[in-house]
Each structure stands twice: as C-alpha cells, then as structure tokens.
C-alpha cells in the first residue's frame, strides 16, 4: 500500500487548438495496445456470445422452471397454458422493472411519508388528548394535576413495556445502530417487522405523552426497517427463483446503498427537509461517502417529504406546500453586521453547551449502571424507571406549579413556533394579532419577566431532555435539544433586543434587532454541537422556509462544532460507546501523534493459521483453539508466504467431509471388497431398526441466546428456530456431504461444539475451554450399524471409528472443494494507524493480515485498531509534536525498518535457495 | 477481496436496563486481551519513551542546525545568541501554529475573498467601459457599432494570448483538472504561480468582454491555485529544515483535502454559497468523499463567502449581507401544488438541454479538430479563433441590430436579475416602479411578444454559449446555462400566467401565479443537468436568497438530472474525454451488465517482474523493454509468488551501484593490488588531462519536450531545465552514488536513455525500440583514465569497461538497499469490474496485481479499467438482464473459477512439495 500513494503519472500537457490535451495514449503504447486490445477483443467477444447463450438458457430456464413448478396448484388443465404465459410474462416484465432503483426509491419515500403522516397525526391527537383532559378539569388543580401527570406516565410505560416485549432493538435513537450496519457489521434482529411495530407504536406513545423527546433519530431507523422489509417484499417478486444465501451475499452492497438512503428518507421525513435530511444522515452515519449515491438520497428524501406534505395539504392542514416552521422574517435586512459577534458568542455557548449534554447523558446511564442496588432493582421492575422519570417530569412541568414559569403547557412544536416568533417580548411584549396568540403568552408571566423564563426553560429542559432520552423507549434527542437552542438564542435575541432598542444599524433606517433570527442560529448551533454536524444549518433553512440568516447561522454551527468537537463525542458515538457496538471511532482533529503508531504496534503476532501442506489434525487443532472467523493460509510454516484466507466454515467442512460417514463407508466398502476375498459372510439387519437408532443419535442441538426477551414463552421447541436459522449458513456446507441420519464421528461432534459457540457472541464465550469431556469419551459403547442405501453395512464399533478417525486425521489436507479467498487485504508493519484507519473505513474491512515481503507476521482486527485510536486519544500527556515533525521521523524510522526488512528478507532467501542450489552441487560432488 | 464484505459479524443484543448493549468485549476474549495488553503496553510504553527522547533530540538537534547552519549571516558575534534563542522560540511558535489546518483555511478563505472581489471589481469596470463607450457613441451606428464589437475582440484576443505566452494551463474551466488531480494524478505545471496569474488576468477580460461565459469553473481552479501556492508559501516557515522530498510524497493527502477545501472554497465565493459551493464541488470532483473532511470545506468557504460580501458592504455596495441576485417572492403562498406538473416539465425539458448542451460543446471541438485544413491554419493563428468567434457573438447580440429581440444590451448579471423579477411581464407588461427599470424595459420590444425575445435569447443564447466556451482562454460554462436556465424558465412561467391569469388556487384568495419563481426552477434544472449535480439546487436558494421553492426546485433538478444522466456525460467528464486526462470514468447507473465483467477479462497476463534470485542482466533487461514505473518482485519465475513492487528509480539505483565508477575502481584496486605482487610499475597522468575528457564525455541529454508553447524563444538552453527539472526525481538516487565526473559505463547508460524515454509521456514514445546504436558500440576507442581522489587509476578501455560490466550483470542482485513495496494491492482473477471500479476510486489507485493464491498472474492499471468501462458502456446491443439475474451467474462461475484455481494451486503445491518430500525420501533410500 505504501507505494500507491506515491505512485502516480506526470503526465505532460500539449496544446492544442481547442482545449490543451494530455497525451498519454499516443505513442508506441498504440501499436503494443492494438494488437493486445484484437486479442482480448476476440476473447470478449467470445466471452459475450457465451454469456448470451447463458441469457437465453437462463430465460428458457426460468419459463420452464416457473411453468412446472411455479403454479403448479393453479394449472390443471393444459388448456391453461396460454393464461400462464401472460402471467408469466407480466410477471417477468414486472421483475425486471421491480429490481430497479428508483422504483424502490419511490415506494420507500411513499411507505415513508405515510408512515410519518399517520404517526403525527396520532401524535397530535395524544396530544390534543392530555390538553382536553387537563382543561376539562379545571375545577380541581388535584384532579387537573393527576391527569396531567398519570397520562404521559400511562403512556410511557406503555411505550417502554411494549418495546420490551415486542422487540428491546426498538429502544432508543436507532441512528448508532445504523451507523453500524452501514458499516458493514450486521446487528441481529435489528431490521425486522417486529422492531418495525415495536418502534412505530412505541414512539408514537412516546412523543403522544409529551415528554421532551425528539423523532428524527427513530425517523432514521423505521426509515431504515421500511427500506429492509420492502427490499424483502420486493424480493419475494425479483427474487422468487433465486437462492436467497446468494443474494443475500452478492446483493449486500446495494442494500447498504438503499439503507443510506433510507437514513436520508427518514430525516427528510420529519423536518419536511430532503437536502438538510440527505447531509444529515451521511454526516451522522457515513465515514466515507460514494457521490454516486449521492443522488438515491435526494430522490428518495424529496419524493418523501413532497408526499409527506402534500398529505398535509390533502387534509386541509395547509393551503399549499411550506416548510413546517414558516418564519416571516424581512426580506431586506435580516441583521446588522454588528450583530454578528452576538452571534458568534451564541456559536461558542452553544458548542460548551452540546458537550455538556453529551456528558450529561453519559453521567447519567453511566450513574444508573453503577449503582448496583439501584440497577438489580431496576432491572426487575424494568418499568419503574421510566415511570418515575416522567412522573418527574411532568409534575415539574404541570401547567399551575412549576411549568408556569418555563412555558410548561406548551408542547415541543408549539414552543418551537413561538420561539421562531418574528416579534420581540422584550420591547413590545407578546403581541396580540398573530393566530398563535395563546401559544406566545404562555412565555409571559404576570409576575416574572420574560428572561427568567427563558432561563428557567433552558436550565429545566436541558437536564429533563437529557434525562428523558435515557429511558428505554424509541426516542431521540434531536429536537428537545434543537428547542433549547431555540430558546438560548431566543434568549440572547431578546437581550440585544433590549439592549439596542432602535436597532444597531446607524445611517437612517431603523431596523429593529429579530430575535427569532437569534433563535434560528441557537436551534442550528446546539443540535450541530451535539451531533457533530453542520448540516443542521440546511435543516433550519428548510424547517423554517427562510434562508436568510445563513451567514450567521454557518458561523455559529461552524463555531459550535469546532468546541464541541474537542470537548466530547457526538452524541450518537457516545451513545455508541455506551452501547459497545463495534464501530471504529474517529480519528480526532489534529492528533498528530497517531502518525506515530504503526501497525506493528498494535498488531496480534500470535496469528492461528495453517499450511498449504498441513494434516487434518492440524486443522482439527486450529479449529478447536481459535474463534476467528477466518484463518490465513500459508506457504508452510517456515517460509509462512501468505496464500490466501480461508473461512472457518470452510474448513470444518472440509473436516466434516474427511471423517464423514460417505467417506467411512467408502473405507468399510473397501475393507469388505479386501475381506470378501477371503471369507463370505452373509449379514442381514432390519431397516426399522436402523431407523429407530437414526433417531437416537446426537443431533446438532444449538444453544440458543439467553433472550430476555421471550422470558414468558413456554414451548421449549420455539426459540430452536431461530438459532437453526443463525447457523443455516454456517452449515449448509457440512449439511450437504453428510447423508441425513448420520453418525458423523466424533473429532467431528467436538469440532461442532466449537462452531457452535463460536456463532454469535453469547455471554460466557469460553472458547479456550476444551469441548464437554462426555462427548469426546462416550461412556457406553453402542455397536452402531446403520445399512446404506447400497449395500455396505456400517458395522464399527466407536473405538474402531476413533481408531479410523484418528488415522484420518492423519491425512494431508485436500484443499480442492475449499473456497480460499486469495486477496485478503494486507498491510505492512510501516503502515500508520492513520491510513490503517482510512483503509479500514473506506474498505469497512474486519481484519488484515499484517505481512512483510511476503510473509504473515500478524494479523490487525477492528478491535485492536479501536483499542490503539481510544488509547492514544485518552492518553493526555502524549506531546503534541509540530505537525511536520513527524513526517521526517516516519521517513528515517521507515528507512530503518527496511533496512531490517531487507536484511530478513534476505536471510531468508538465501536460508531458501542455498540449500536447494546446495543440493544438485553437492548430488554434482556425490556424481563426480 | 472476495471475502471481506461477506466476512462480518453478527452480534447478539443483550438487552440492560438504559441501552441494549452488544456483548462483544466480554468473556474469554477479556483474559487473552489482558495479557496481550499487558505486553504491549510494555513495549508501547518503552518506544514511547524512545519516542520523547527522540522529540527531546528532534528538538535539541533543530537548535543546533539553526545556530550553526540557519543564520550564519545574521550571528557573526556569541553575543547575539539571546536573540537568535528568541528568535528561534518565536518561529517554532509561528511553526506549530501556522502548521494547522484552520489557519490554512482562513488564510484561504480571506485571499481568495480578496482575489474574487477584486476581479469582480475589475469585470465590472470592463463592462461600463463597454456601455460608456457605446452610449457615447449614439450619434453613428456604424461607431456604435464598430466601438461594440472592437472592445470584446480586443479583450478575448489578449486573453487568448495572454494565457497562451504564460501559461496554457490556464484555458478552459479547470473543474475537469481538478477532477484528475484529486484523483491523484500529478498535472504538470497546473497548480503554478504563472498559471495562477495568467488564469487571474486571462479570467477578468474574458469576462470583461461581456461574452457568454461563466467564471465558475475558474473560481475553482483559482483557488486552487491559491491553496496550492499558499501551502507552498507557508511551508517556507512550517518546511524551513524540513527535507521537501520527504514532506512532497507524506504530506500529499494533506494537501489533497486542501485542494478539495479549496475547491469549495472557489464556488462558495464565486456565488456567496457556502453550503452549495461545498456540495458542487463534492458532487463535480469527488468520487468518494471523506466526511472527516467535510468541515473544511464549510470553513473555508463560509469564512470566503463572508469576507467576500463583508467587501461589498465595506465598499457601500450594499447595506448589509444579504443574497447576490436577492428575490423577493410573496412568502405565504409560494406556488400551488397543482403548477408541480408545469415545474416538471421544466426538469424534464431542461435535462434534454443540459445534455444538447453537452453533445453541442463536444461536438464543436471535435469538429474543429477534425477539419484539418481548418486546423492547420487555425493552429497557425492561434488567435483567430477567439477573434472569430467573439465578433461573431458580438455582431449578433448588438443591441441596434438583432440584439433588440435578445435583450443584447443586458450583461449576464442583469440579465439574471431581470429574469428573477418577481412581477409577470406577460400580463403587466414590464413594471416601471423598481430601480431596476431599464434592465426590465430591454426584454420588451414595441414590436415583438415578450414570448418571442425569450425564445429568441434562448436558443440564441444557448449554442452562443456552447461556442465562446470553446475558446481557449480560461473561462466555464456554469453562468450561461444558468441564465438560459432561468429564461426557459421565464418562458414557461409566463406562458403559464398568461394561461391562469388569477391563478390556479380555486378556493377565496386569489394567488397570481410568479414566474419568477419558474425561472429559479429552472435556472436550477438547466444547470443542474448539463454538469450533472443535484446541488445547483442549493445555489440556487443561496443566490437568491429564498428557499420557498424548495420542491419544484428539488423536483426538477432530480428529473433533469435523470434525463441527462442517461443521455450524455456531464459537461465535466466530456471535458475530460476530449483533453483524454487520465481520468476514471463513472460506472453508469443500472449497467448491470459490469457485474459480469471480471479482472480476469480485463487484465494485462504479460505482467513484467524480476524474480528475488535473479541477476543483474535480468534487471537491465526488463528496464530496457518496459516503461511501468513500478515492477512486480516475485519469489522465483516458477512459484510466481508476488513478494511486492520495486519502482523502476530504485531498479535503477540498484543497477547503476553494481556498474558505476566506484565499484569499478575497487575493482581496479583489487587487480591492482593484485598486480602490485607480481611487478612494480609506475604510472603518471595528469590532471588536467582528466578533466579534459570529462568535458568530453557523453552527457544525459534529455529530449525536450515539442512544446508549442514556446516557439519564439531563442535560447536554446532553456527548454532544458523544466525537462531537468522533470526527471530528477528519478535520477536522484543515481547521481547520490556516482561522483561528479563520472564515465557510467556503457549499460548504465543505454539504460538511462531508456529511463528518459519512459518519463513523461512524449509524442513519440516508442519505448520498444533498442537505444541508439552510437551509445551501445562507441566508434572511436578513447583510453580513459581518471585519478581517482585515492591513488588507484581508472585506466580501463572501453572493451575492458564493457567486459567488466558484463560480469558484473551476471551477479545475483542483491536487494538490501531497494526500498520494496512490500504490499502493493492485490486483486482476484474474479473479481467483478464494479468492484475493482470501487477499489480503484475509494484509494486511489493507479494499478493493481492480480494474484491467484499468492502468484502473480495478471496487472490491472487505470488504463484496462477505463478501456472496460468506456467499451462496454458504448456497447448498445448488450441487452441488460434483470438485475438480480448477474448475481446468480456469478455465484455459480465462481465456484467454477475457484475449483480451477484450486486445481492449479494442488498441482502447484504438488510439483514444489513433492520434490522436496522425494528428495530426503531417496536421500533415505540412498542411505539404508
């Protein structure tokens, strides 16, 4: 890899008439080229007949197939046959428009936008729901308060008990989740219909009780669970033929495509934003982004959040299309250029700001998990915990207590509307005109002023918001934390307000200061500062349908990440963090030191691999000892060349063919061929009783997970199922060799003990512990004879199965029916831990081998880089060097190392080829 | 490759009380891990120490230099040595800090703000001087006429020459150049100081001309020329000590973000757009875009974007910061939903034109250069063409003559704005109430419909347009197709009020319809379609200011970009093709047919390697037939296990070690010595006599490059040293051996001319032919004998020198000193041609070699993939399959591949291993 980088063409530049040109393939490279390009023309263009005789068959194929097996239960008679061409044919031409992108694009933004329509609208009736009951008994504050507060406390733990049951994966944001999937790393159980209902349902309770949290985080992932389920749906058309585990293979990376853009679809979705949705969820999910993806999501998010309002529309909502926040501020001086440090200063507070809610929400689960009393107690009774938090908070919000002095009574929206209000409080108080009237006033009170509520509103909610998000319901921080911003520039808006009654502006006009311009840049400011992104800005454009504060509003996000970013993580890699899900983490801005490490620092020496050469018992052994997934390949041991990686299941396959019953047989038969000879035997044995012994065998019994989900279900045989399923893959391979009923012997059974828990990661991983004693020594000694469908009687005993086992074992290994993957990716030891990371994000790579000129030195997995990244960015005493510094160590340590490298290299070419060029001279001397 | 994407993992979800968390870190895993830790932490902590005590030594060591070597001029007494410790504290500050990014960045963002305004300032002086002098002139029509025509002549002409005396790497755009260059790739002299000016003052009077021309493009390039001679300039401070070398090839993907930050830096001042200025430039140069990166790009050019309007209101241009072509659309009631068909068909239409667009530019060039009678004289007048062409375009908009019916008198900007007017000219006719009264008055002819002056500007507008941006003076073509956008747009509006005078909303108010708001649409769609991005959108609402329109805009632009996406390349990647810059062209959008293309089909099997065991005449030889820079080193031409790459310098190094001066006078020496033993001789030669000869001796002349560039230059030594220049990266390593007058041998220098050929890329490049012959058999037979700084007298003939040297080309190379790749990227036989596409953007590649279970067997370059690509893409009659079909061949294919390639690695395996195994078999034998 090091020398790609500096490998590059200068190339020269003519001039020509029109447009100067680079003349590159001009030259002798013509003549070389013509004649290598009428050779591989001819090979393409036999290539390309055959493929499409491939097509024509692979039509045939399908025709014949789809008429013998595809509707067998509706043609009865031939007469029929017409019907099933047409439907045959429209069903073809349906797939073949099926499969295409944009088709699916389309319906994913309509499922979406409905999705979403219904979910506001149920949302809004909760809602209207709480405020009717609590105005309906406003005789009595005590009933009024228990209504208010038994609602949402209903409501929530509703919420929390039904994702519980129904799918715990439903819990929280769902945006750390996707940014791990579109890593490439696949979470169990976490695009499935039943977290799709659990998060639907479970979120809409979850906002109807009014609590402070936000949707768009959720958003992203039902997004997402659409996008899954309706490439399913799609497939069982497209794919009716197919074999799923290809397709599930091959067609990965278009689902990861379509997931991206699923992200973009959902926060689109909610804010009504698909420019604002499309950067937001590449900046918050995607480490390196294809441009040529690019336009998946914008067609996706705009489709969606066109159906999403035009919805509105349809219901009388809306006269026409608008953004969802509309802002009337003017047109033609938005703000003074003095306002600008105001601004600024609103960038900075925010960025501490964002941090503090980062950590906030940190301590706080961090707290709950620590204490042990406190956490076994709640683990029990999971809902309590919910209950009580918003028993909390809404008893501080009630309308007549507390909430009167923070604006208690109005929801998330409607304090969003009166804080983007384009009227000042402080001067002219809450105006009266606008239709929202009764919203705006909530902020006054008669005895306090209008600051101190703004005040009290940021303290309460910061901490409420940051609180509420850790209960175990679908939720997301977005928009609580997007309303405090709100209200923080609301706030610093009505100051200078105050401060500069006439305005700033100086030469004639008075422009009056708009503090909900302020309010738009505090609402960017600290949710770009909590999740890390600038695309907030785009977002709080079209949420509010006015662009015209975007100077103030890029400086301040740009300003907002820039402290942010230093101080804490994003709120969705905290989340990340607390979750352990296995994302690398970002390099941080400036960490110069991380030029220093090198792979060699950080990679795995101990490398399990095995030889081109090796027995089956060293596979055995391998296979028994490690967990990876996959083993490397080598030469041999002395030389270790790496040939290549080898999947885990490969290679038990391979085990499981060798010292299969096929092969025993074919041993027995042979053994009997050999015996007839001198002695005849005449054996008869029954087929029922080999039947009855088939059943008494050992079959593959899988453990399942330790779900807490389904504590309740009785029926032992369901949770089987899954686990089976889990496994299919792994041992498809081993499932074909092997005959139905068959006593596969007993390395074999060890080594599938060892798969087993290898699959998944359950809780007491005890790989290193070598497999259950009862089943490597068998206490009884059956006589196992089982009559083949030939005529060869499996008549061993166990210790001759051993004994012929064993002397398998001894066998080198064919490696001819193995699936070697021969490119896995390599690094050096030189390699720097920056690129490593950058060739790990890019490639969303698991592990590479480390090598050195050839060799296996070591491997480097997803974990050791995390450890080094985390480490060094913990470490706080590392110096940070002058930037260019370690450039100049890196060239002379790298020189160095090659030196050493060379001399290796050397010394094991000559240890190589001297003894085999030592040999014919000494056989020369021996002749002579 | 193959396996890394199937190769993942599936966590299970453990459900906890706040986060489900996924148990990856725990169990076994937790003892082996703490073990490891503990050992690595030891060694991390030990060559931490090392590390600081290098930093310690870095530091002392940099003092020191500075005081002995860094001003010896300026401490000439002991007694200023306070001073230079003050004044070497004071630079390591200014280093470590001027060293970071976001300094760059606003120094970026402030000088290219500058640069932008001033040539804006500069524009828009040409332009008045235009009307000040055609107004002047109204008494003659004639003088009005000649004064019209004369002045953008005048102005195409200079810059014409201009930019072709300094730097011809100033024509055109420069978004396709950039382009290549984040690709990687090296263009020579594109990112100079002359360049830079040239571009600057080439810029301003093509756009002072009034010609249709954009400034888009060169925006771009100018800044990144700015980053490019700003990071130059900064680095004499940051780079003082530092070897440029070293810093040259590690800190290439810094400067590579630079460049892309700069990029955006370039739209965003261009349009005052800072969020769609960094989306264009993701969107138009990026393939793969780091995220990590993203913020840079919003710094810069919101920082650029600020202090570029600052100016203005500095300059009382304007009262405050507000939108460049600021609209002022009714906010309530943007458009009615039932007008979202009209804005569609402007997408629709739009993407036809931006693709017409495309095909007409390309088709223009490529006319131009086929005529060759045209050409040829052309090519001789250089500036004709632009004279041509600008009288042309000239003659027709003349506001007297045919310019009336095209508001010719307007300039582009005016234009814009009159078209972006928020009143209907159809039914009110042209208002008279704004300040803008006269620009609005030159679409309103007393004879001719509004309609036809718009359809008029437009189609004369468009192939106008087309034409002048094939001049060759630097110039884009963004600005145009964004006017003509917007007047079809107009068109479309207009029709459209005139169609529903009171507007299509039915119930109670009644809405007129806005064209203007049409013509934002479509300024949008049209632009967006001829350079294929979705974020024109974006520009858009920062240009004007208002987001209102957001979904028509959205609509459009995507259903453009799908209509001219399918139809021809972006004006971009035409660009590319017709200067054939070593580009990669973009995978088309549901070519399905790529997924059956493999690296196998594609890939170059002559691959050229040098085995580890190989001599030096090997060596020689493939240097002499090959022109790669970089060699594969494999284990032997039997096992064709790749070991890793050699770049042809070090080859080369290597080989003029073994042959040059020094060797050979140890090897006189030694005979000497030798000699000495046998009969004492004396021997005198001069000096003098010495150094005569070195004058004589053969030189490494090289060939310059047949630039036209500079054909009036008389002095002939000049050509040379950009050419010196050129190649003394490559020789570096060679001249560091030999001593300054120095007779190389005979191979080393045929070896040398070959050398020379194969850098850059010349006309004639026929690489395959033998060196001259007068180098290989030199005529005369000069003795040659130079004393040596020792005492030993190279007296060798040239017979003697060249049998020397043919010993010495049969020793076995030694590789000690070769700086070797040791892990240059490796591709399967089976690979899929989208996945190497992938590869080769996401890094950058430049080639790759294709291994089958560790043997070389094939190179991929950047060539075959885009000769693939290219070739299938113009294939017509591959019928596309049904998208999931391909999977299903390649699923079965493979497995075919890999029994083959198993079969192959068995055999290969055997015939290595079984002769070693035979051997100690028959040793046995033998022995008993």
């Not at 009580?388 to 009167?404: C, E, K, N, Y």
């Not at 089987?720 to 390395?747: C, F, M, Q, W, Y």
């Not at 009862?774 to 083949?788: A, F, G, Q, W």
């Not at 029916?817 to 994000?841: G, M, W, Y």
Request: charged share 20%; aromatic share 10%.
């Amino acid at each position: 890899m090091a020398g790609d980088s500096s490998d590059q063409r200068a190339l020269q530049y003519e001039q020509t008439l029109m447009y100067g040109r680079y003349t590159q393939e001009l030259g002798v490279y013509a003549k070389e080229e013509a004649a290598r390009l009428r050779e591989s023309g001819q090979r393409r263009s036999v290539s390309e007949r055959s493929r499409a005789l491939d097509l024509l068959e692979y039509d045939k194929g399908r025709c014949a197939r789809c008429r013998r097996s595809g509707y067998p239960y509706v043609l009865e008679a031939p007469a029929q046959d017409f019907i099933s061409v047409c439907t045959v044919r429209c069903q073809k031409f349906l797939i073949s428009r099926v499969g295409e992108d944009w088709i699916f694009l389309i319906l994913l933004g309509l499922v979406m936008a409905l999705v979403s329509w219904v979910m506001d609208f149920c949302i809004a009736i909760c809602l209207q729901a709480q405020k009717w009951m609590y105005g309906g008994l406003d005789s009595n504050v005590l009933l009024q308060y228990l209504a208010w507060v038994t609602y949402p406390v209903v409501l929530i733990t509703f919420s929390a008990g039904f994702t519980q049951i129904l799918a715990p994966q439903a819990v929280g944001s769902g945006i750390p989740e996707m940014k791990t999937i579109l890593r490439g790393v696949v979470l169990k159980e976490y695009l499935t219909f039943k977290t799709f209902v659990a998060k639907v349902i479970g979120l809409t309770c979850a906002l109807g009780s009014g609590m402070p949290l936000g949707k768009e985080g959720p958003f992203v992932h039902v997004a997402s669970l659409c996008a899954a389920l309706l490439s399913k749906f799609m497939s069982l058309f497209g794919g009716i033929y197919e074999e799923p585990s290809l397709i599930g293979i091959k067609n990965e990376s278009r689902n990861i495509e379509m997931l991206a853009a699923a992200c973009a679809v959902g926060v689109g979705c909610c804010f009504a934003a698909p420019i604002g949705g499309v950067l937001f969820s590449i900046e918050v999910t995607s480490t390196f982004f294809a441009v040529r993806n690019y336009w998946r999501g914008f067609f996706a998010a705009t489709f969606s959040a066109f159906i999403f309002r035009v919805l509105a529309v349809w219901n009388r909502d809306e006269e026409t299309i608008t953004a969802l926040f509309k802002t009337r501020f003017r047109l033609d001086f938005p703000f003074d250029l003095q306002e600008l440090p105001a601004f600024a200063v609103i960038g900075i507070a925010s960025g501490f700001g964002g941090a503090l809610f980062v950590y906030l929400n940190r301590l706080i689960v961090q707290f709950m998990r620590k204490q042990k009393a406190i956490n076994k107690f709640l683990m029990k009774k999971r809902l309590l915990y919910p209950a009580l938090v918003t028993l909390l908070i809404s008893t501080l919000t009630f309308p007549p207590g507390f909430g009167q002095f923070m604006a208690g009574k109005l929801t998330q929206s409607e304090t969003l509307v009166t804080l983007l209000d384009n009227r000042t409080w402080a001067k002219q108080g809450i105006a009266e005109e606008f239709d929202y009237i009764g919203h705006s006033e909530a902020w006054k009170h008669p005895q306090v002023n209008v600051f101190v509520t703004l005040v009290l509103f940021i303290v309460m909610k910061f901490w409420m918001s940051a609180l509420a998000t850790t209960m175990p319901v679908p939720c997301g921080a977005f928009m609580p934390v997007f309303v405090i911003g709100a209200a923080f520039g609301r706030l610093v808006g009505e100051s200078m307000a105050a401060w500069f009654p006439d305005g700033i502006h100086t030469d004639g006009t008075i422009y009056p200061i708009v503090p909900g311009g302020y309010a738009v840049v505090g609402a960017a400011a600290l949710s770009g500062a909590v999740t890390h992104t600038v695309s907030t800005a785009v977002i709080v454009f079209e949420l509010t349908g006015q662009i015209s504060h975007i100077l103030p509003v890029m400086i301040a996000v740009i300003l907002a990440n820039a402290v942010a970013q230093s101080l804490q993580p994003s709120l969705y890699d905290s989340i990340i963090r607390i979750k352990k899900l296995p994302y690398l983490p970002e390099l941080g801005w400036g960490h110069h030191e991380k030029y220093n490490i090198r792979v060699e620092d950080i990679m795995v020496r101990d490398v399990r691999y095995i030889t081109l050469n090796c027995c089956y018992r060293d596979l055995h052994n391998v296979l028994l000892t490690g967990n990876l997934k996959t083993l490397a390949l080598v030469e041999s041991a002395e030389s270790m060349i790496l040939l290549g990686s080898i999947e885990r299941a490969q290679l038990q396959s391979l085990l499981s063919q060798q010292l299969g019953r096929p092969r025993r047989l074919e041993y027995i038969r042979e053994r009997a061929a050999a015996e007839k000879k001198r002695l005849l035997v005449l054996s008869n044995t029954d087929n029922e009783d080999g039947n009855q012994r088939a059943s008494h065998e050992v079959r593959f019994q899988i453990s399942t997970e330790e779900s807490s989900l389904t504590p309740t279900r009785p029926v032992p045989q369901k949770p089987l199922k899954p686990a089976l399923k889990r496994t299919s893959v792994v041992e498809r391979p081993t499932e074909i060799p092997t005959s139905p009923h068959d006593n596969s012997g007993i390395a074999l059974k060890n080594l599938f003990c060892a798969s087993r828990d290898t699959e998944g990661l359950e809780k007491n991983n005890n790989m290193e512990s070598p497999p259950s004693p009862e089943l490597r020594r068998p206490t009884k000694r059956v006589r196992i004879s089982v009559v083949d469908d030939g005529d060869v009687e499996d008549d061993m005993t166990i210790r001759e199965i051993a004994e012929w086992e064993e002397m398998q074992l001894d066998e080198q290994v064919n490696f001819n029916n193995c699936k070697i993957d021969p490119a896995p990716f390599q690094l050096v030891e030189r390699t720097s831990l920056h690129k490593t990371h950058t060739i790990f994000s890019l490639l969303g790579l698991d592990h590479a081998y480390v090598t050195s000129i050839g060799r296996l030195i070591g491997v480097v997995s997803l974990k050791e880089l995390r450890k080094a990244i985390e480490g060094s960015v913990t470490v706080k005493g590392v110096k940070v060097r002058p930037p260019l510094a370690s450039f100049r160590d890196s060239g002379t340590s790298s020189s160095e190392n090659e030196a050493t490298e060379l001399h290796k290299l050397w010394d094991r070419h000559r240890s190589m080829s001297l003894p085999r060029e030592h040999t014919p001279s000494e056989s020369d001397e021996k002749s002579q």
